[in-house]
């Protein structure tokens, strides 16, 4: 599969003079501030005529390092595209971690193509996803973590919204909504979500009615050491896992309504194939949690699916739950 190459976007962002030459970054009145200096230039090509407060389309370079993990095994079919759409961001100050669990198809052939814009990979057997995720991490050095699987595919803009937001709101945690699509690309359908509620949602998390989409968040680097970071004894539902102890640490979330990412759906993901495996391990989140009567988790769950509805209604118009409904085949695909 040969994927279209992602052309970069381009921010329109405020360039202003930065007398003490920190050359760093900030929002202010919603927008992408830049400070600019001679001694750290923000982009290549910005040329040293800038004025203040001058309107220039650039490439915030300055901000605050995002680490984005990817761990693989036999990812040749999507694992270019997901790392393209890495490339593809608006925000340029960003490390990508490969962690590949020893391959035996085209996928290192696949990382070495694109090594240049790779800040660090490896391939070796490993202990299953949730060693390799450890592994990346231990690795990253940025403040904001995140991590995509290498069948995803990020939006160009996703890390920019998702610094800023992080950065306006002083929250822990950021999460959006996410496309869905099919093995050949072709957009299947979409999943939103809602603001998040302080206790209800929290609660949510917890004994259902509320989630997040994992490849859709990216957190603080804060929030994930003060959680111990990833379980490796889950095998594939180390997110939800991960999410779990990020709310009962009374971790701050913001949702940016948006769509941040493409989750594919195929005939070789998790997804697809190991539904038994991931509802045992769902069981076993359960179990550990503080106990609650069925009655509370009941309304918990009907509060949370109410506010989503009402938000739903108020947003589309009702459009989307409507469009869920009538669609059989991934009707109840979360």
Request: hydrophobic letters at 35%; aromatic letters at 10%; charged letters at 20%.
């Amino acid at each position: 599969m040969h994927p279209k190459k992602l052309e970069p976007q381009v921010l329109n962002i405020r360039v202003l003079a930065d007398p003490e030459n920190k050359g760093f970054c900030k929002t202010i009145d919603s927008t992408l501030v830049a400070y600019w200096s001679s001694e750290i230039p923000i982009t290549v090509g910005v040329m040293d005529s800038l004025t203040n407060s001058q309107e220039v389309p650039i490439y915030p370079t300055n901000c605050k390092l995002v680490s984005i993990v990817t761990p693989s095994l036999n990812s040749e079919a999507f694992l270019e595209e997901t790392i393209l759409s890495v490339i593809g961001q608006t925000y340029q100050n960003i490390e990508h971690i490969v962690i590949d669990g020893g391959s035996t198809d085209r996928t290192v052939e696949i990382i070495k193509q694109y090594e240049r814009s790779i800040s660090y990979w490896i391939s070796e057997p490993d202990c299953g996803q949730g060693g390799a995720l450890n592994k990346g991490f231990s690795a990253a050095k940025g403040e904001i973590l995140a991590w995509i699987n290498s069948d995803d595919v990020y939006k160009s803009t996703s890390v920019a919204n998702a610094v800023v937001a992080l950065e306006q709101s002083g929250s822990d945690l950021v999460y959006g909504n996410r496309g869905i699509i099919d093995e050949y690309g072709r957009k299947i359908g979409q999943r939103r979500l809602s603001p998040f509620i302080p206790y209800f949602s929290r609660m949510g998390i917890l004994y259902g009615g509320f989630g997040i989409y994992q490849p859709a968040a990216f957190w603080t680097r804060e929030l994930y050491n003060r959680v111990g970071g990833i379980d490796p004894s889950y095998s594939h539902c180390m997110d939800t896992e991960l999410v779990t102890r990020f709310a009962m640490s009374g971790a701050q979330f913001k949702y940016i309504d948006q769509e941040m990412v493409d989750f594919r759906l195929h005939n070789n993901s998790k997804t697809s194939m190991l539904a038994s495996q991931m509802r045992q391990e769902g069981k076993r989140i359960q179990i550990g949690l503080p106990k609650r009567s069925p009655i509370y988790c009941t309304v918990v769950t009907f509060v949370c699916r109410l506010v989503r509805l009402l938000y739903d209604i108020r947003k589309t118009g009702g459009s989307y739950m409507l469009q869920r409904l009538l669609d059989r085949r991934y009707r109840f695909l979360q």
